[in-house]
């Protein structure tokens, strides 16, 4: 009886779910140029196809000429970049799927290309590190806060059935929320999380007012950062709901709150995971992720880690009380585009291991 929770339908706004199952963004670096290809809208249209209830696709890059690391990391403006996105929009209606781009900015976290002058709160690439660049001016915010509500309304025009800020991971705006890497003293600044959160909800009210009152907004929060997986933004429940209800106030309509392993509790005291917390704390929907239906974890899938499928009878309990409200998948889907299918006709003899393998192929 369980499983009936995670295929029971999900509505938010103009949003309508047929399950509780989201394609958790995974960056893929299969786009030439920047421009999603047809190998790109088929391998979303596949995971339509199975039912899964909303696609979050991979990062894809604002108009800021460093809001990417990665020549091969699909943007998000741009005739010929925005034309492909319309192809991938309607792959996937067409296939019956629900769809939201992540739009995203890297800030100063290091990859492959440098593909212009780095935007960074205060110059650092991680805590305690030196400056390295000069922190982003007032007119840099502002030009930024606008790229990604441009991109939002973009969004929207090509049909997009939401979206999604990055938030997490410590890229731009979790290098706005993270002391160690925002430093300021303005308004974009300060000694609390509430003060650092001014620049995600600047960027939550531009993007409201660029989509209207009934289009889903998501953000996507982490308390782990690439440069450092222990560290947290909040470490009391007073403090999260200091840092996530402003952004509720400005505009986010539901929290992707990621974890490395979605059944550790977030706070000593409480069973909670980061996802219950922020429903809890904001009443706000959420999104649960980290590890789900593996064994293992994805940090160590890039050291060449396999995973095991794994039960989710655990999730399924967790999700049918009401802990969160929707269920963020993705290396599982990554390997396995029938996963939710599979799932949900109990062919659990079916489902298969994740293997590093998987993170070089478009399948």
Not at 220 to 241: G, H, I
């Amino acid at each position: 009886m369980a499983l009936d929770a995670l295929f029971k339908p999900f509505e938010f706004k103009s949003l309508k779910l047929p399950n509780r199952v989201v394609m958790a963004p995974m960056t893929r670096s299969f786009s030439p140029g920047g421009v999603a290809t047809d190998d790109v809208a088929a391998y979303y249209r596949r995971r339509a196809e199975n039912q899964v209830g909303l696609i979050i696709t991979e990062g894809t890059g604002v108009a800021r000429d460093a809001s990417l690391n990665d020549a091969n990391i699909p943007r998000f403006h741009g005739e010929k970049e925005l034309a492909a996105w319309k192809k991938v929009v309607d792959e996937t209606h067409a296939a019956g799927g629900l769809i939201a781009p992540q739009l995203w900015h890297v800030g100063s976290a290091k990859g492959k290309d440098v593909l212009g002058k780095i935007d960074s709160p205060s110059g650092l690439s991680k805590a305690g590190g030196a400056p390295f660049t000069e922190p982003m001016t007032d007119a840099e915010i502002a030009d930024t806060i606008q790229a990604f509500a441009t991109a939002a309304a973009d969004a929207k025009r090509l049909g997009f059935d939401a979206i999604e800020l990055h938030g997490a991971h410590g890229y731009l705006i979790d290098q706005f929320f993270w002391e160690g890497t925002n430093v300021r003293g303005d308004a974009f600044g300060g000694p609390t999380i509430a003060a650092r959160a001014n620049f995600a909800a600047e960027i939550l009210k531009a993007v409201r007012a660029a989509v209207g009152p009934d289009f889903p907004v998501i953000i996507r929060l982490s308390q782990w950062k690439q440069q450092d997986y222990a560290v947290k933004n909040a470490t009391t429940p007073q403090e999260l709901e200091a840092w996530l209800q402003p952004l509720a106030d400005a505009g986010a309509d539901i929290f992707h709150c990621s974890q490395r392993r979605f059944w550790e509790p977030e706070f000593e005291g409480s069973d909670l995971n980061f996802a219950g917390w922020a429903k809890k704390l904001t009443g706000a929907p959420t999104i649960t992720v980290g590890s789900v239906g593996l064994s293992g974890e994805f940090i160590a899938a890039f050291g060449g880690e396999g995973s095991q499928p794994a039960s989710i009878d655990g999730l399924l309990e967790r999700l049918e009380r009401g802990e969160f409200d929707l269920v963020g998948v993705g290396r599982v889907l990554l390997q396995d585009p029938e996963w939710v299918v599979k799932i949900r006709e109990g062919r659990t003899e079916e489902l298969k291991s994740f293997e590093r393998a998987a993170l070089g192929v478009l399948y």
